[in-house]
C-alpha cells in the first residue's frame, strides 16, 4: 500500500496563474495581471519546492510540468531558475519529460529556444482551433498563421510538440469538424489533446449558457458522433487514443499525464495546484492558496499550502479507478482490490460487459472504444 | 352558566381568501378577547400548514365576551370549522353545533364553488344566516351586484348585509351587532339528562386528548364520569374549560355552550366526532343524530424515499394516525419501491396534509403513488369486494364487472373560460347535470368519475381557467364502467407503483401519454430502455428510451481528482432518491409526475 504510488511514478506539477486574457470557456485558476515582479515568483516557487523536496527526499522525478494560466509567459530566466533548484533537489530520471505549456502566439514563440536551453523538452501548444473566426469566439489572441508559425519554432527547439484543440464548438458540424481534424493531422504531430467544449459553471460560456444565450451547441448525439469520428480519424493516422481525449505516436504520450492517470504520486506547486504524495504510510491531497497574491505571500512566509488531507483507502481506490479506466490500457483490477480492501462489484462489470462497454481480461479492466464516451456513466455504476 | 337567552353560536361561512379567518381575527380584537399584544394573523389556526396554505382543517373555537348596545353582555361563541370539501363531515358537525352563520363573500370577486358547499351545509343545519360583504373598501367592490348574486344562486335575503372590510375594521361593530340581534339563541333543558356533541379532538402535548363539546342538554361538570355513547368507553373529566382562544378552566357548561374537557383519553382516535356525550349513570337514551364514521374515500402508497427510514415512516404514520381518526393505513409491500404503507384519506387535501406533516414534522422524504380511489369489484361467484390498490386487481377472467365511485362536481367559472372547463369535464367522462349564469359567472354541475379527479383534476381546472374557478364536489355513489387496469413496464419489467385503473376508452390516450411522460422522467441508462403500457398481456403504447451516448469528462488531470471523487460520492447521495428497478434507476418524482396529463 504505501509502495501504491511507484506504480503511477513521481511528478512535479508547477502552475503559473497568469493569462493576458480570459477565455470564455476556461475554469482554471488563471488571472489577468499588469506587472508581475518574477523575480519574487522565482524565490516563492524555490522556496516551495525546496519545503516540497524535504519531505521526499531520495526520491527520482520522472517528469516535471508547467500548467497555467499560460506558463509562456514566464521568463527565460524564470524557468531555468526553477528548473535548476528542482535538479538540486531530486534527482532526475534519465528519460525526465519536462513540459510546459505554451500559447502559439508570436511574442511566446520566441523564447521557446531559450526554454529549450533551461531543460524544457516539451511542448504543448494551445491551437484550440484552426479557423480564426473560431479563435476569435473562442475568445484567443493569436491567429491560425502565428499558430502554425509557433509550430515550426517550437518543432526546432523542442524533441517533443504536442498541441490542443477543442471541438463540438458552437455551430460546428461533425463535418466541419472532421476536416479541421484531418488537417491538424496533416502538419504531423506526436500528440494531440482533443477536448470536447465543456460548458463550466462559474465561466463566461457558463453564465451565457445558463441565460440560455449561449446557441448551437451540438446536441448528445451529434457530439456523441463527433467523438467516434475522431477516435477512427487519428487512429487511420498513427495517433490512437491512450486516454479519452489524448492521442499520440506510439511512445510519445505524455508521461506527465500517464502520473495522474495511472494515479502515482505528484507534487502541487504555484497557487491552486493540487498534489497526491505519499508521506509514510499515508497518501495525502495536498491544496495550496488559489489566489496568486495569497499564495505568494504564504509562500514566503514558509508554505503556500492551505490544506492536507489524508486519503482513506476507499477514496485512493475511487480515484484510482476513475483516473485510470480513462486510459486505453485500463486499470489493474488486483490494484484496486488493494487500494480499497475490496471486490470490484462482479455483476455490474458482467453487465457492463454484456453490454460492451468494458472488458475485464485476467488483471486488467478497460473500456471499451463504445464505453470511453460514457465513462461516467461507467463510475456511476462501479462506484455509486 | 349563561342564560341561554344571552349566548350566541355562530360560524362563518366562506370560499378560501375571502377573509374568514381575517374576520375571526378582527372580531376576537375588537372585542378585546385576546390582547392587543398577543394577536397574530390567523389566530385560530394553529397547525403550520393551516397557517401557509391559509385554510382551515381542525375545528377550533373561541368564546367571546361582547356587551351589546342593549347593554346586555353576551358570550358569543365562533366556531371555526374546516371549509374544505375532504372535511364536509366534520363541518357538518361544527354546524349541528351551533344556531347561526355568517356568510362571508367577497364583494370585488362574489359567490365562488366552495361558499355554496358550505352554505348549504350551514342551511342544512337549519342556520339563521348574516350575510357579509368584505372587502368593500377595494376599488373593485361591487357590493349591491355581490349582494343581488347571493340571492339569486344562494336563494337568501341578502337586502340587509353587512358590509364591511376585515381587513381595516369597517363594519366590525355592524357584525357584532348583528349576531345578537339577528342570530337566534340556542336552545336546551338545565334538567334533562346530559346531551353534548363531540364537535372535534386533538392531541396536546401537555394535555394528552382535548375534546370539543357542545351542551345541548344538562350540565357537565369537572369529575363528572362521561360515556361516549358510540365506543361506550367511561373517562371522568379531568378538567373543563373554555377557549378565549388560550384554554380558561371553568367549574360546568350548561346547555348552548361550547367549550373543552380533557378526560385521560390517550388516543384522538378514541374520540369520534359527531359522537354524543353523557354521564355514564342516569344518561339519555338515545345519541344525537347524525353520526357517521369516518370514511376515507382516496388511497394512495406512502414509501420512504430511503428504504432504511421504513421504521421511522412507521413510526410518524402511527403517532399521526393516533390524532387522526379519519385516516387509515396498512402496510405495503411493492416490488418497485419496497416496503411502505397503503393509506386512505378523506380526499385530496387530507392527503396533501398528511403528507406534508410527514415530511415537515417527522422529517421523512416520501415518495407518493398515484391516488386511487375504492372501486367495488363484483365477481362472477357473486361476491364483491373492495378494491384499494391496482396492483391487486384480480384476473379479470374472473371478475363480472367493476363500479367506481362519482361525484356531483360544482363548477363555477367567469363565462370567457366556460368552454374550456367543459371540454375538461368532458375529457374526464363527465356527464353535465346543470349549467345556469349568474351575471358573468356560469356555473356548471357535472357528474363525474371520483377517478378522474382525484388526481390532477383541480390543476387543470386552474390552469384552463388562469385560476379565476372554484371547485367543490359531494360523492353521490356508485356506477359500473368499463375499467381496466393498465400496468407498465419499463425494461419489460411491470412496475407496480405505476399501475392504474383507467376507462377502456381511455387506456391508449392515458397509456401513450404515461409512456411519453417516463421517457422524459427516467434519465439515460447505459442501454436503450423501453417503456410500455400494457393492458394485460396486450401493449398499448410504446416508448423507447435510448442509450446514453456521451457522458464523459473531457479534462481530467491531477487537479481535477478530487473533485471528480466528491462530484461521485454525491452521485452516490443522490442514487439513494432513485428507486432501482430490474436495472432501471426510476427517480422518485417520477411516480407522481408520469400521471400528471397536460391535455
Known amino acids: 500500500m504505501p509502495e501504491d504510488w511507484k506504480n503511477g511514478g513521481f511528478g512535479l506539477y ?188 462559474g465561466t463566461a460560456f457558463g453564465d451565457r449558457y445558463n441565460a440560455g444565450k449561449l446557441k448551437g451547441l451540438p446536441e448528445e448525439d451529434a457530439s456523441a458522433e463527433m467523438y467516434f469520428a475522431t477516435q477512427d480519424i487519428c487512429e487511420n493516422a498513427g495517433l490512437p487514443a491512450y486516454e479519452v481525449s489524448n492521442h499520440a505516436q506510439n511512445g510519445q504520450q505524455s508521461r506527465h499525464n500517464l502520473i495522474y492517470w495511472r494515479y502515482g504520486d505528484y507534487l502541487g506547486i504555484g497557487p491552486g495546484a493540487h498534489g497526491r504524495v505519499t508521506l509514510g504510510k499515508a497518501r495525502f491531497a495536498t491544496e495550496t492558496h488559489l489566489s496568486p497574491a495569497l499564495w505568494l505571500a504564504a509562500a514566503e512566509r514558509g508554505t503556500g499550502e492551505t490544506r492536507r488531507s489524508t486519503l482513506s483507502r ?54 471499451t472504444a463504445k464505453g470511453r464516451p460514457v465513462l461516467n456513466g461507467i463510475l456511476r455504476e462501479l462506484l455509486t | 352558566m349563561t342564560d341561554l337567552s344571552k349566548i350566541r353560536n355562530f360560524s362563518i361561512v366562506a370560499h378560501i381568501d375571502h377573509g374568514k379567518s381575517t374576520l375571526a381575527d378582527r372580531l376576537i380584537q375588537m372585542t378585546g378577547t385576546v390582547a392587543e399584544r398577543d394577536m397574530k394573523q390567523q389566530l385560530l389556526d394553529s397547525m403550520d400548514i393551516e397557517r401557509e396554505r391559509g385554510i382551515t382543517i381542525k375545528a377550533n373555537s373561541v368564546r367571546i365576551e361582547y356587551p351589546a348596545k342593549d347593554g346586555e353582555t353576551y358570550i358569543l361563541n365562533l366556531i371555526d370549522t374546516p371549509g374544505h370539501v375532504d ?38 343545519a337549519d342556520h339563521e344566516i348574516v350575510p357579509v360583504l368584505n372587502k368593500i373598501d377595494l376599488p373593485a367592490a361591487e357590493p349591491e351586484r355581490v349582494a343581488e348574486q347571493i340571492e339569486d344562486v344562494i336563494g337568501i335575503d341578502a337586502s340587509d348585509a353587512v358590509e364591511i372590510s376585515a381587513k381595516t375594521g369597517i363594519g366590525i361593530p355592524d357584525v357584532l351587532e348583528a349576531i345578537v340581534t339577528r342570530l337566534p339563541s340556542p336552545e336546551g333543558n338545565r334538567d334533562a339528562p346530559l346531551k353534548a356533541m363531540l364537535v372535534d379532538s386533538w392531541y396536546d402535548p401537555y394535555l394528552g386528548v382535548v375534546v370539543m363539546i357542545r351542551v345541548m342538554d344538562g350540565v357537565i361538570k369537572k369529575g363528572d364520569r362521561i360515556k361516549m355513547m358510540q365506543t361506550g368507553a367511561v373517562y371522568p373529566v379531568d378538567r373543563l374549560a373554555v377557549l378565549k382562544p388560550e384554554m380558561q378552566n371553568i367549574a360546568e357548561l350548561g346547555p348552548g355552550e361550547i367549550g373543552v374537557l380533557t378526560a385521560s383519553i390517550k388516543q384522538v382516535r378514541d374520540t369520534r366526532v359527531g359522537d354524543t356525550i353523557t354521564h355514564d349513570k342516569k344518561g339519555c337514551e338515545t ?11 382516496v388511497f394512495c402508497g406512502l414509501f420512504p424515499v430511503d428504504s432504511a427510514e421504513f421504521e421511522d415512516l412507521r413510526d410518524a404514520i402511527e403517532k399521526l394516525a393516533l390524532n387522526d381518526a379519519s385516516f387509515s393505513y396498512e402496510m ?78 360544482t363548477i363555477m367559472v367567469p363565462d370567457e373560460y366556460l368552454g374550456d372547463v367543459l371540454k375538461l369535464c368532458q375529457d374526464r367522462r363527465g356527464i353535465q347535470l346543470d349549467l345556469t349564469y349568474a351575471g358573468t359567472r356560469a356555473m356548471v354541475v357535472y357528474d363525474l368519475p371520483l377517478n378522474e379527479v382525484v388526481f390532477d383534476f383541480y390543476d387543470r381546472l386552474k390552469s384552463v381557467t388562469k385560476g379565476y374557478a372554484s371547485f367543490d364536489y359531494q360523492m353521490i355513489g356508485y356506477s359500473e364502467d368499463q375499467l381496466v387496469k393498465m400496468s407498465i413496464l419499463v425494461n419489460d419489467e411491470p412496475v407496480d407503483a405505476l399501475s392504474t385503473m383507467v376507462h377502456r376508452a381511455r387506456a391508449e390516450m392515458r397509456g401513450r401519454a404515461m409512456v411519453e411522460k417516463l421517457k422524459t422522467l427516467i434519465p439515460r441508462h447505459m442501454f436503450k430502455i423501453p417503456i410500455q403500457a400494457a393492458i394485460g398481456g396486450k401493449v398499448i403504447a410504446r416508448e423507447t428510451l435510448s442509450a446514453m451516448r456521451k457522458d464523459v469528462t473531457a479534462k481530467c488531470y491531477g487537479g481535477d481528482a478530487t473533485r471528480k471523487r466528491k462530484l461521485l460520492d454525491k452521485q452516490k447521495a443522490g442514487k439513494k432518491k432513485m428507486r432501482q428497478f430490474g436495472k432501471v434507476d426510476i427517480p422518485q418524482e417520477a411516480f407522481i409526475s408520469a400521471l400528471k396529463m397536460d391535455d
Open chain 1, 14 to 201: 508547477i502552475h503559473w496563474p497568469f493569462c493576458q486574457s480570459k477565455c470564455p470557456y476556461c475554469d482554471f485558476n488563471s488571472h489577468v495581471a499588469a506587472d508581475i515582479d518574477q523575480t519574487r515568483w522565482i524565490r516563492a516557487y524555490c522556496s516551495e519546492i525546496r519545503r516540497s523536496a524535504a519531505e521526499t527526499p531520495g526520491r527520482v522525478l520522472n517528469s516535471i510540468f508547467f500548467g497555467g494560466g499560460t506558463p509562456s509567459l514566464m521568463a527565460v530566466d524564470t524557468v531555468s531558475a526553477i528548473l535548476s533548484e528542482v535538479r538540486d533537489c531530486w534527482t532526475f530520471a534519465n528519460d525526465i519529460e519536462i513540459t510546459l505549456e505554451a500559447n502559439p502566439g508570436s511574442v511566446e514563440a520566441q523564447r521557446f529556444a531559450g526554454y529549450a536551453k533551461a531543460g524544457v523538452n516539451r511542448i504543448s501548444m494551445g491551437f484550440q482551433a484552426l479557423n480564426d473566426p473560431d479563435l476569435k469566439r473562442l475568445g484567443r489572441l493569436h491567429t491560425v498563421s502565428e499558430s502554425l508559425k509557433a509550430l515550426e519554432i517550437a518543432r526546432g527547439a523542442f524533441d517533443r510538440v504536442s498541441f490542443d484543440l477543442i471541438y463540438a464548438r458552437q455551430d460546428q458540424s461533425v463535418e466541419d469538424w472532421k476536416r479541421e481534424l484531418k488537417q491538424a493531422l496533416s502538419f504531423d504531430p506526436d500528440h494531440l489533446s482533443l477536448y470536447q467544449l465543456t460548458i463550466e459553471d
Open chain 2, 332 to 409: 405495503e409491500t411493492s416490488a418497485a419501491l419496497g416496503f411502505g404503507f397503503r393509506c386512505g384519506f378523506l380526499g385530496l387535501l387530507h392527503l396533501e396534509v398528511i403528507r406534508d406533516r410527514l415530511e415537515r414534522e417527522y422529517g421523512i422524504e416520501l415518495i407518493t403513488t398515484a391516488p386511487s380511489v375504492i372501486y367495488h369489484i363484483y365477481m362472477k361467484d357473486g361476491s364483491m369486494f373492495e378494491l384499494h390498490n391496482p396492483a391487486d386487481m384480480p384476473d379479470l377472467s374472473k371478475v363480472d364487472h367493476l363500479e367506481e365511485p362519482r361525484i356531483k362536481a
Open chain 1, 314 to 367: 476507499e477514496d485512493q481506490a475511487v480515484e484510482y479507478l476513475m483516473m485510470s479506466l480513462r486510459l486505453s490500457e485500463g486499470s489493474e483490477i488486483g490494484r484496486y482490490q488493494s487500494l480499497s480492501g475490496q471486490d470490484l462489484p462482479e455483476q455490474k462489470i458482467r453487465d457492463l460487459d454484456k453490454l460492451g462497454l468494458v472488458k475485464a481480461d485476467g488483471n486488467r479492466l478497460r473500456c
Open chain 2, 287 to 297: 345519541a344525537l343524530p347524525g353520526f357517521k364514521p369516518a370514511q376515507p374515500v
Open chain 2, 87 to 124: 372535511f364536509a363531515y366534520e363541518v357538518s358537525r361544527s354546524m349541528k353545533a351551533v344556531e347561526g352563520s355568517l356568510l362571508v363573500v367577497d364583494a370585488t370577486q362574489g359567490v365562488e364553488a366552495q361558499t355554496l358547499a358550505n352554505v348549504y351545509q350551514a342551511i342544512d
